[in-house]
């Protein structure tokens, strides 16, 4: 039921229906309130957030905070919980790294943002330096329309460094004011 429907919003992005790929949204949705469906619900609407990216900033950054809202927030099982952490900090990686990709910053910053209020931009360091785990997630956009562009390892190595680089920016306090220097 899950890849029909990334099949159905990729086909609402290419005839740039928003109408419909909110609809495709609505029923992941409700696909990922099942116990079996939220896995495959919540990574569906990741790589659409990541597809996205190519149509419309707008609605990509929408799936980003629906698949995102698909995964439970807190687990009370710690295991449930590490599970949790990794399937938000893919989907975050995969569109981060697909709006470098394509030149949509803003959802490169989005995704970004994200990664520091949840507080996963180390773990996002740890899977960046695993050579692996990159030729897997570059085969596994390829296998789904390539939405990471024609050098994928690439584009999820360069949303790293991105990452790296906007750490200053993200994790200052509220108001934009620097800390004391002692």
């Not at 990334?6 to 609809?23: D, H, K, M, P, T």
């Not at 050098?151 to 460094?161: K, M, V």
Request: hydrophobic share 45%; proline share 3%; glycine share 8%.
């Amino acid at each position: 039921a899950a890849e029909l429907l990334r099949i159905a919003g990729v086909r609402a992005l290419e005839l740039r229906n928003s109408n419909a790929f909110e609809q495709v949204l609505d029923r992941l949705d409700r696909l990922s309130r099942s116990t079996a469906g939220i896995k495959d619900a919540s990574e569906v609407t990741g790589v659409l957030a990541a597809t996205a990216c190519r149509f419309d900033v707008r609605l990509s950054q929408r799936a980003i905070d629906r698949a995102l809202a698909q995964l439970p927030a807190n687990p009370s099982d710690p295991a449930k919980a590490a599970v949790a952490a990794l399937q938000k900090l893919i989907v975050l990686w995969r569109v981060g790294a697909a709006g470098l990709a394509c030149g949509a910053t803003s959802v490169a910053v989005h995704a970004a943002h994200q990664l520091f209020e949840i507080g996963l931009q180390d773990s996002l360091n740890t899977m960046i330096s695993d050579r692996g785990t990159i030729a897997r997630e570059a085969a596994r956009s390829n296998l789904r329309g390539g939405y990471l562009g024609d050098q994928a390892e690439d584009a999820l190595a360069n949303f790293g460094t991105f990452v790296n680089d906007l750490a200053p920016v993200l994790t200052q306090p509220a108001g934009g004011e620097t800390a004391p220097r002692e």
